[in-house]
């Protein structure tokens, strides 16, 4: 079956930076495109960024478009989320998601709680 | 950007009734409509996709309709495990995906 595990998480400053992972096993992971998806713990879903299976697409919400970047490693079949310049305001749970099809998420991992305070 | 407002916020309801959960886009979305359900500290399920298609797995008490701007998320009969949170999801115009607000489903 798939599955997704995400790392990474913790506590970090205001304005550091901090990358997540996300190990995908169960599924042909360089034939899909997959998704970054935030949640503050309590509130609704935010999706961030996308990445396509080759990699030759990324987009991103706009509100961290310039301080975060979507990556992969299709020969360790693992998702990256580098993210830059941290605000209190991305505190939240990122999940990682498998991509179905035009961007529903198939498959979702547990999820990484990013803490960003002073 | 498609908003997706999900109506109602709160739906209470006992055991065995029916549950209609509401779900408007801004947009005409074609078919690229999704639904989710979330347990509490539990990612995001996958339930229906393609306004109506079940995802493997999924009780065929869960159905979706809808078309255009107005969706529908029907549970015919409720079990004790479908007291939780569920979220539309639209693909029809992005980036970006966008996310309804939710609507949790509580026992009366």
């Known amino acids: 079956q798939v599955q997704l595990v995400e790392s990474g998480g913790g506590v970090v400053q205001p304005g550091r930076s901090l990358s997540l992972s996300c190990a995908a096993s169960g599924l042909r992971f360089n034939k899909k495109g997959m998704h970054w998806v935030r949640q503050v713990p309590g509130k609704g879903l935010e999706w961030v960024a996308f990445i396509s299976s080759d990699a030759s697409s990324q987009f991103y919400v706009d509100s961290v478009k310039g301080r975060f970047s979507i990556s992969r490693d299709n020969s360790k079949s693992t998702l990256f989320l580098q993210m830059n310049i941290l605000r209190p305001e991305d505190t939240a749970i990122y999940f990682c998601?498998?991509?179905?099809?035009?961007?529903?998420?198939?498959?979702w991992g547990r999820g990484t709680l990013v803490t960003v305070s002073s | 950007e498609i908003v997706l407002t999900q109506s109602p916020a709160t739906l209470s309801l006992s055991p065995g009734e029916r549950a209609t959960l509401s779900c408007r886009a801004s947009?005409?979305?074609?078919?690229?409509l999704a639904w989710y359900q979330q347990r509490p500290g539990q990612a995001p399920r996958l339930l229906i996709y393609?306004?109506?298609r079940r995802a493997t797995g999924i009780s065929a008490r869960f159905s979706g309709s809808g078309s255009g701007t107005d969706f529908t998320l029907t549970i015919s009969s409720l079990e004790p495990e479908d007291f939780v949170v569920y979220y539309c999801q639209q693909g029809g115009d992005w980036p970006p995906l966008t996310f309804g607000g939710g609507t949790k489903v509580e026992i009366k």
């Open positions: 947009q005409s979305i074609t078919r690229k």
């Open positions: 998601g498998v991509d179905g099809d035009w961007g529903r998420l198939d498959y």
């Open positions: 393609d306004i109506s």
